[in-house]
């Protein structure tokens, strides 16, 4: 199957459960704030729980990182990420749906899945179009009473080839550019408290300069698990500048995670000249040399 859409819904899903090419992928992880940094875990238990049949379980956290990087969740190499998804079975005759637990920030009401968008983001950038993320993930799919199953899926390996698109990844180099570049709109995708300098979740607090903040979990309703219309998504945007086709956007959040999410909902819209900055807060913080502003709120 080709042309899958960026996006798709549990109707649209339910419809394609028995197609052969399907490889449907759970990439749960669980991440909660603290003070210095976060704690993350991988969503393997909550995966042998329950998780939509025929679904595999794709490990961000620990197959599809680079495990030497001192950063969490920092891509991988390409043959690291090639030899782990083939094993999942993603491959030139396949098409890909990825959902999570939609459950973003542990302890919060915040909805997105910036999981299932992370490893959506990750097969694109090695060249692997045909990805689409379940809108609503796998909360709204139980709520309607769709099968669960703890038994574990498994599909055969698979050949993965492709080119790596280096236009999708921004580095902390294109970012320090981008702070003199009026053609590039830099989006934070965390939290107004984040981006005014409110918390101490990184190693300073505050974003870089000249970003507009578009916060990852505004662009879904808590009801419906789903996204908000279009029209209420291009107003969001549209407001930050960043649907402007003459520039490029770079999304950025704390580890590269909620940034794919903003990044993939700007490209439902048709801005599709967005990199994502994988370092994120968690490298452009911890390196004082590197500018950062706060907002201070008025009494």
């Known amino acids: 199957m080709s042309n899958v859409p960026l996006l798709v819904d549990t109707d649209w899903l339910a419809d394609r459960l028995d197609d052969p090419k399907l490889r449907l992928l759970d990439a749960t992880t669980f991440l909660k704030p603290t003070s210095g940094y976060y704690d993350v875990w991988s969503g393997k238990e909550a ?17 599809l990182s680079d495990p030497d990087s001192k950063y969490a969740f920092t891509i991988p190499s390409r043959e ?17 749906v990825v959902y999570d637990q939609g459950q973003a920030i542990v302890g919060t009401p915040v909805i997105a899945s910036d999981w299932a968008s992370r490893l959506a983001w990750q097969l694109r950038y090695e060249g692997f179009d045909n990805v689409a993320v379940l809108d609503g993930g ?3 799919w139980r709520e309607e009473g769709r099968p669960v199953t703890t038994e ?8 993965f080839t492709g080119e790596r698109r280096p236009e999708l990844l921004a580095t902390k180099e294109d970012v320090k550019k981008a702070l003199n570049d009026e053609d590039v709109i830099l989006v934070n995708s965390l939290s107004e408290a984040d981006f005014n300098g409110e918390t101490d979740t990184y190693a300073r607090k505050g974003h870089i300069p ?31 500048g960043a649907l402007d086709s003459d520039k490029k956007v ?9 940034a794919t999410w903003n990044a993939l909902i700007l490209n439902k819209l048709g801005q599709n000249n967005v990199a994502m900055y994988d370092g994120s807060m968690t490298e452009w913080a911890d390196d004082p040399k590197l500018p950062l502003d706060t907002v201070e709120k008025e009494k």
Do not use: M, Q, W
């Not at 995966?47 to 197959?63: Q, S």
């Not at 690291?80 to 890909?96: A, H, N, T």
């Open 152 to 159: 574990p899926g498994s599909y055969p390996k698979a050949t």
């Open 138 to 140: 796998f909360p709204k």
């Open 47 to 63: 995966y042998d729980k329950g998780h939509i049949p025929g679904a595999v379980f794709a490990d961000l956290l620990g197959d």
């Open 210 to 240: 000249g970003s507009v903040n578009v916060f990852f979990g505004d662009l879904s309703s808590t009801d419906s698990k789903e996204l908000y219309d279009y029209e209420k998504l291009r107003k969001t945007f549209e407001e930050s």
């Open 80 to 96: 690291r990420f090639v030899k782990k998804i083939s094993e999942l079975g993603v491959g030139d005759d396949s098409y890909v």
């Open 250 to 258: 770079i999304t950025y959040c704390g580890s590269g995670i909620a």
